[in-house]
């Protein structure tokens, strides 16, 4: 593997793995259990992701009832509605609609981003009255259900979770197969997975947004630029690595904005940035959306919360189990979130903490570290913080800087492990895509903010 300055990143052997590495994803839960195989989104309709609201309805692509007119009496003031999106990236399917609406972007509400890769359906919410307009919209692989009146916008982080209908294609055929799978379902539901960032959040073809957040929080705008445009990946099409090789070598911005393939807009824009104003590196970052910049850099963040996991892992300490220096945050009664009440185990506690745990009261959490991380709470892990910025040779002050402020990057806390719920098979049958191969189809619920891809790779572990 090249390194983070190097023009093209070579992933060797199974891609997949090598680019997981890459973002710090190594470790496994279920690791005494050998591996199905096979492959997953092979189809964007073997990946279904439903929304599961606070109260623990799960979203239905093809619910669509009618509602009540916009009343100014009842102080509706938004309009909510069940976006279905198609193989799109969430951030593109809002941008298409307010264009639609002819609206800013800003106007739009939504609890949270979905797999790009999937048939998917989320609450979304607008600001005013677009009733009518929403009926009749006409946009390619979207859809617009459950249209309605509201007096409250849609809050990012304020859905319960996820619900997900997986396939798994091109698996040898196997007598133990299911028994093998039920092994696994049985440790996922009983102990979990470790609670990584998954590749949607890095880009699965193009692993690179925690290194271009690293640039933008160094200050460095150039470099932060030249990762996100030219650098290129043996993981994306070809298509856009020769347009990107041809644009490192020649550095023509003007040939290289028309060559550009269209569906890489953010690329686009930035380069027509810089043909206007040559040489403002920074100027062509800021052509990015605010929520995407806070993607970035918060990709940054998840990348080292990633490489400390597999660090505890390599260092042998346990996943499921607490060890002095741990912290261990309470969840709340309702649905099971995180609270403010923290404690340190290894001390008079530790019984009350082990039964909590036992009883998923209770999950050990690890930092995600920005401007409001105190590492001194989590004495162990910081120990781990330490030896990773060191070795990657990370200021750590670029975490605490005033880019990090304006851009809202506090730190927070993340379960070292996730749970999945409803884990269930639904059918093992023959692949119709791949000859005397076997697909699985099954189902599961996640809490908001934990990856099904995570979970998926537990079942695959590919060799």
């Not at 996820?162 to 007598?175: A, G, Y």
């Not at 996100?228 to 003007?254: G, H, L, M, P, Q």
Request: proline share 3%.
């Amino acid at each position: 593997m090249s390194d983070q300055e190097a023009d093209t990143y070579n992933f060797n052997g199974n891609a997949e793995i090598e680019v997981e590495k890459f973002v710090g994803i190594k470790a496994y839960a279920t690791s005494q259990i050998e591996g199905i195989g096979g492959d997953y989104k092979q189809n964007f309709k073997d990946f279904i992701v439903k929304e599961i609201e606070s109260n623990g309805k799960i979203l239905d692509i093809r619910e669509d009832y009618k509602s009540h007119s916009f009343s100014e009496e009842l102080k509706d003031k938004y309009t909510r509605f069940n976006l279905i999106k198609v193989n799109k990236d969430t951030f593109e399917a809002l941008r298409q609609i307010s264009n639609a609406l002819k609206i800013p972007y800003k106007m739009i509400n939504y609890s949270g981003l979905k797999d790009k890769h999937s048939i998917s359906v989320q609450k979304i919410s607008v600001k005013g009255d677009y009733i009518d307009i929403l009926k009749k919209l006409n946009l390619k692989d979207i859809f617009i259900r459950n249209i309605s009146p509201a007096k409250k916008p849609v809050k990012l982080g304020s859905h319960w979770g996820n619900n997900f209908t997986v396939l798994i294609r091109n698996v040898e055929k196997s007598e133990n197969l299911k028994i093998r799978l039920e092994k696994h379902f049985s440790l996922l539901s009983r102990f979990g997975f470790p609670n990584y960032f998954g590749l949607q959040r890095f880009g699965s073809y193009r692993p690179n947004s925690h290194i271009v957040g690293r640039y933008i929080l160094e200050g460095n705008f150039k470099k932060a630029f030249e990762e996100f445009v030219s650098t290129t990946y043996t993981t994306e099409s070809n298509e856009s690595k020769i347009a990107r090789r041809e644009f490192r070598n020649t550095r023509d911005f003007e040939k290289a904005y028309e060559n550009f393939p269209k569906n890489l807009t953010y690329e686009k824009n930035m380069l027509y940035y810089l043909i206007e104003n040559p040489k403002d590196y920074r100027g062509s970052i800021n052509t990015l959306h605010s929520d995407l910049k806070k993607l970035l850099i918060s990709s940054f963040q998840s990348y080292l919360f990633n490489k400390m996991l597999s660090l505890r892992v390599e260092k042998g300490l346990p996943l499921f189990k607490p060890i002095k220096g741990d912290v261990i945050c309470l969840l709340d009664d309702y649905n099971g979130n995180l609270t403010y009440v923290k404690y340190k185990y290894g001390g008079l506690y530790d019984k009350f903490l082990r039964k909590a745990l036992n009883l998923n009261r209770a999950v050990i959490i690890m930092p995600i570290i920005g401007t409001t991380t105190d590492l001194e709470s989590f004495p162990l892990l910081k120990t781990l913080f330490e030896e990773i910025i060191r070795k990657e040779k990370i200021d750590r002050n670029i975490l605490y800087n005033t880019l990090n402020t304006e851009l809202e990057m506090k730190g927070s806390i993340r379960a070292l492990t996730a749970k999945p719920t409803a884990l269930k098979l639904l059918e093992i049958t023959d692949d119709d895509l791949n000859p005397r191969k076997t697909k699985i189809k099954f189902e599961f619920s996640l809490q908001k903010g934990n990856y099904a891809t995570m979970l998926i790779r537990e079942l695959i572990k590919p060799v």
